[in-house]
């Protein structure tokens, strides 16, 4: 792990609250030059702590006005079973363009994926989103909405 200095801190703050912040601007509000901001920038590149730089997109702009947490639990895998619930769910989820973001959660059987939904949609929200996908081997019941 990449030890980082309070420099280096503010200037991951900076770039944080935004990416297109030119050189000069971040070296006039950390108190350093142009270049060496750009130093320690590389260098952060290099050593992996920046791993690239994204456009966030509001959702309400392009017509995701609700944001669904979808919680999807897998059976145990049993003895004898030829794939693992765990990574059949993994292989999956990954085409499924409703799911953003998926995590597991210690203390329950499950993991919430984030699917943003179109707005409007609270009728087939009640349903629960990623309805085409309940059929997916290894799911333990309906997903909870």
């Given at each position: 792990m990449q030890a980082l200095d309070k420099l280096d801190r503010q200037i991951l703050r900076k770039l944080q609250a935004d990416g297109r912040a030119t050189f000069d601007q971040i070296a006039d509000q950390v108190g350093l030059s142009a270049s060496a901001v750009l130093r320690r920038v590389r260098r952060l590149e290099e050593v992996g702590v920046i791993d690239r730089y994204v456009a966030l997109v509001r959702p309400e702009s392009v017509g995701l006005g609700l944001t669904a947490y979808v919680n999807v639990r897998l059976e145990?895998?049993?003895?004898?079973?030829?794939?693992?619930?765990?990574?059949?769910?993994?292989?999956?989820?990954?085409?499924?363009?409703?799911?953003?973001?998926?995590?597991?959660?210690?203390?329950?059987?499950?993991?919430?994926?984030?699917?943003?939904?179109?707005?409007?949609?609270?009728?087939?929200?009640?349903?629960?989103?990623?309805?085409?996908?309940?059929?997916?081997?290894?799911?333990?019941?309906?997903?909870?909405?």
């Open positions: 145990k895998h049993a003895e004898g079973s030829k794939r693992n619930p765990m990574d059949v769910f993994r292989a999956s989820v990954m085409g499924w363009h409703e799911v953003v973001e998926c995590v597991a959660l210690t203390g329950e059987d499950g993991h919430p994926a984030q699917a943003p939904q179109r707005a409007g949609l609270q009728d087939q929200f009640r349903d629960g989103p990623c309805q085409e996908h309940h059929s997916l081997a290894g799911l333990k019941g309906r997903p909870d909405a």
